[in-house]
């Protein structure tokens, strides 16, 4: 155990304006956690002076090791992520990570992503006419590409797939019990609901949409596929419902890593606990890792590899361009830190890069 700031204490509600419950910031909860969470929240940024807590990766890997012991090492029940959200929230961000963590971990995990689905059957040019709240042809349309994918989903589970990522916006309670409907005696569901309030973030993703989602590859104008895209938002803002059913996990404003909250309802079980405390550790934002190799050193020009030599002097240009470059390229990334190892040659190389903590283990 080490001391960490950053990291707060389990604390109990008892206010009569919230259901009792948990919270706790990005860090690891009581050893003394119980089978379930039931309407908690955990919301990270927060500091209740706690004095012996672990730091994140630690907290996350704790957390499983007591699952573990909680509740063994393997999940019989198949397991569905149902991602919920309004467009450019960044639910297929959000689902190609977890996917990629559940797989790490060893478990059968697929994505399902409807759009894909909805593509295939109906093209990729559908205006924002086909997402109106009032065209029953375009909502019996989608719903059928969502049961379809739902169907596809169920059927690799009972082939031997554990987990699938169920991608699409799901932003009605009818959908979501259709799929719940479909889900009974298959699977076992949990809603994963990504809501993001800060306007800047969203604007950003709405303009990859428009740069990068299939929907509008075939469209030259920015600017018309950009309105198409704000209407096609404005569709889904007029009949969007929160979830309030079922297990759920809500992913509030946790896009930067800082100051967010992750509410969790009705969640048992090792892995939707591995999910949870994942989530609670994860940072949604893209972030650069950029990966160099070291300068030439005196034993490169002579033909040797390995050593713990200074750089030649081509090594020491190097280093100094490679700063410049970073100066650019990071310059916007406040957080930023560079590693390198314990050899020579890599701290000389990053020796003319300034305004960034470094570390070397």
Not at 58 to 69: E, I, L, P, S, T
Not at 182 to 189: Q, R, T
Not at 267 to 291: D, E, Q, T
Not at 316 to 337: G, P
Request: one cysteine or more; a positive charge.
């Amino acid at each position: 155990m080490v001391e960490s700031k950053s990291v707060g204490t389990l604390i109990q509600l008892q206010k009569k304006d919230r259901p009792q419950g948990l919270y706790v910031d990005r860090g690891v909860v009581s050893p003394k956690l119980g089978k379930s969470f039931s309407a908690c929240s955990l919301a990270s940024g927060l500091n209740f002076g706690s004095t012996k807590a672990m730091p994140e990766a630690a907290g996350a890997v704790a957390a499983a090791a007591v699952a573990d012991r909680l509740h063994g090492s393997k999940e019989d029940r198949k397991l569905a992520i149902v991602l919920v959200g309004l467009p450019a929230r960044g639910k297929t961000f959000t689902a190609v990570k977890l996917t990629r963590y559940l797989r790490w971990l060893g478990h059968e995990t697929k994505h399902f992503n409807v759009g894909k689905y909805r593509r295939l059957k109906h093209g990729a040019n559908q205006s924002a006419d086909f997402f109106r709240p009032d065209n029953q042809e375009g909502i019996e349309a989608r719903n059928e590409v969502a049961a379809l994918a739902m169907e596809d989903m169920i059927d690799w589970m009972h082939g031997g797939g554990q987990v699938g990522i169920f991608d699409a916006t799901n932003s009605t309670r009818k959908r979501r019990y259709m799929l719940m409907k479909m889900a009974e005696g298959n699977c076992k569901i949990i809603f994963l609901e990504t809501i993001c309030n800060d306007r800047n973030i969203i604007e950003r993703n709405v303009r990859l949409k428009i740069q990068q989602s299939p929907d509008y590859a075939d469209q030259p104008d920015y600017e018309a596929g950009l309105q198409d895209f704000l209407e096609r938002l404005t569709n889904y803002e007029k009949v969007y419902e929160p979830v309030q059913e079922g297990s759920y996990i809500k992913m509030i404003d946790m896009v930067k890593g800082e100051g967010g909250q992750l509410q969790v309802n009705n969640i048992s079980g090792y892995l939707p606990g591995r999910i949870v405390f994942f989530l609670v550790n994860s940072h949604l934002a893209p972030r650069p890792i950029l990966l160099t190799r070291h300068g030439e050193s005196l034993h490169n020009v002579r033909g040797r590899v390995g050593g713990d030599t200074v750089l030649s002097e081509d090594g020491e240009l190097y280093s100094k361009k490679l700063a410049n470059f970073i100066e650019k390229r990071l310059k916007n990334e406040k957080t930023a830190t560079i590693w390198t190892s314990t050899l020579q040659r890599t701290i000389l190389t990053a020796t003319p890069i300034v305004g960034f903590p470094k570390v070397v283990p």
